[in-house]
């Protein structure tokens, strides 16, 4: 990690503009900014380049306001357009080498995986799903456990079906952090489940 590249952070948001029961995305990202959600990960993967853009506009200026992270995931290109503070890369994306040669020496760049790897050049990993969620089966705590061992010392998020009951449990399996999107935007009250999980990621 670059000197000056932001931490690591403990709880990030991720975006699915289909899980917010009807409310608009960028207001319930607000609302749980404003609750003290230190990160978003802009993820919409079936939006086109330019609606994309203008919802990445929208969260940058939302982040700024409130110093807050701004993640984009696998458009490298979206990401340098907005100076987003990150990019998390999934499968099919560009490498980090790659990515990292288009961005500044100060951008975060995660990696998603669902199995264990040895540390890399990443600033972080996304492991995961953990738990089950309705379109991926769980491969459990001990196997994201057995990740965080082999990727030391690179810090490793957990993601998949995670509630604030068992963020204690990822924490006490290494887990630098959580990621969730639903516990979040499918959430009533977006700000108390914010403050839950924050509660929980200490």
Do not use: W
């Not at 003290?36 to 919409?44: S, V, W």
């Not at 929208?58 to 700024?64: F, Q, S």
């Amino acid at each position: 990690m670059q000197a000056g590249t932001p931490s690591v952070p403990p709880l990030v948001l991720v975006t699915d503009r289909h899980e917010t029961a009807g409310r608009d995305l960028v207001e319930v990202v607000c609302a749980a900014l404003d609750a003290g959600l230190p990160a978003i990960q802009l993820r919409e993967k079936d939006l086109p380049g330019g609606q994309l853009l203008a919802l990445a506009e929208r969260l940058r200026k939302a982040t700024t306001v409130r110093r807050a992270l701004l993640l984009v995931n696998d458009r490298v290109d979206v990401a340098v357009a907005v100076g987003a503070d990150g990019v998390q890369l999934g499968h099919g994306a560009l490498s980090v080498a790659d990515a990292r040669r288009l961005l500044s020496p100060d951008t975060l760049v995660g990696v998603s995986t669902h199995e264990a790897v040895e540390a890399n050049d990443a600033d972080f990993l996304l492991f995961g799903a953990v738990y089950p969620t309705p379109g991926k089966s769980a491969v459990g705590v001990a196997a994201f456990r057995a990740a965080v061992a082999t990727a030391r010392p690179l810090p490793m998020l957990a993601i998949g079906g995670i509630t604030a009951a068992q963020v204690p449990e990822l924490r006490a399996a290494g887990a630098a952090g959580v990621a969730v999107i639903r516990a979040i935007l499918g959430a009533p009250d977006p700000a108390a489940a914010t403050r839950a999980l924050l509660v929980a990621a200490r």
